[in-house]
């Protein structure tokens, strides 16, 4: 009965196209490095984030699917995607409640309060004699607003760990780092320069969120006992963790080398997310 008052085929296709759009307003924000390799990274990184999109948005459809299905049927758990509403009553329909109506020519905006506070404005076209939601009309305001706030919780999260420690990256991600150890290639065309030894450290990423996202192993950087940082060599112990794109219930593991001076002593790991939080992996 719910579906003959929701087009649910209409809402999660909308869902899917403007999650897309977000995404792509996002990678193709003009550049501000001035160096032309960071430059050409970036480029790769946008053709990366295009190619796994439509897998992307069909996990939107299927995912807002089962959770609208098994939410009409009262046996969905929390979804942080879709909105959880509050109960409403008769009441809420009249003036003052919490249902707003809006009349916009032959179509009605009816707007609803979420469990955060939220309003939600959805689109209803008359059919059939009854008024069925065709749309989410305020999809992507909320969703912008929802993005800053996890960006804002990013850049004030900086949390410190042990090597070797399991620690959650937010949105379904998980990272371990082992204790970095001296690496000593055999071939000695592939050795360290004068004066300086080679370091490495394993990385695990696990990603146990709905959908599949992207890693890099140029988010990591190492710390010397002189607070002095080095960015990874592109050589180095295999297998090597580069970058890629990582399917959802999967796990990327690698190796990262770093070129330090003989004198120094590897003390921490530095992972830095893009939206801006921190990472430190240490001994104690």
Do not use: C
């Not at 979804?79 to 249902?99: E, Q, S």
């Not at 990423?205 to 060599?233: C, Q, V």
């Amino acid at each position: 009965m719910a579906k003959q008052y929701v087009d649910v085929d209409n809402l999660s296709d909308q869902l899917a196209e403007e999650t897309a759009k977000i995404i792509r307003d996002e990678v193709n924000k003009p550049s501000t490095s001035q160096d032309e390799w960071e430059k050409l990274g970036e480029e790769w990184g946008k053709s990366l984030v295009e190619s796994f999109i439509p897998s992307l948005q069909q996990q939107v459809k299927d995912e807002f699917k089962k959770s609208f299905t098994e939410g009409v049927e009262g046996k969905s758990e929390p979804n942080k995607n879709f909105p959880n509403f509050k109960p409403l009553g008769w009441r809420d329909l009249f003036p003052g409640g919490r249902v707003k109506i809006q009349k916009a020519g032959a179509i009605r905006l009816v707007t609803l309060p979420n469990q955060e506070g939220d309003s939600l404005t959805f689109r209803m076209r008359h059919e059939d004699g009854k008024w069925v939601i065709v749309a989410w009309e305020n999809f992507g305001e909320v969703a912008k607003e929802l993005a800053k706030e996890d960006s804002g919780k990013d850049e004030t999260t900086a949390k410190n760990t042990k090597f070797g420690e399991r620690v959650d990256i937010g949105h379904g991600w998980f990272l371990t780092v082992s204790i970095p150890e001296q690496y000593d290639p055999q071939s000695y065309f592939d050795r360290a320069g004068q004066g300086k030894k080679f370091i490495t450290v394993e990385v695990i990423y696990e990603n146990t969120g709905g959908i599949e996202s992207t890693y890099d192993a140029s988010n990591f950087e190492l710390k010397d006992s002189n607070n002095h940082r080095y960015k990874r060599e592109y050589s180095g112990r295999e297998p090597m963790l580069d970058s890629g794109v990582l399917p959802s219930g999967q796990k990327a593991k690698g190796y990262i080398t770093y070129e330090i001076p003989d004198n120094e002593q590897a003390t921490e790991v530095i992972y830095s997310s893009a939206g801006g939080g921190t990472v430190i992996f240490i001994n104690e």
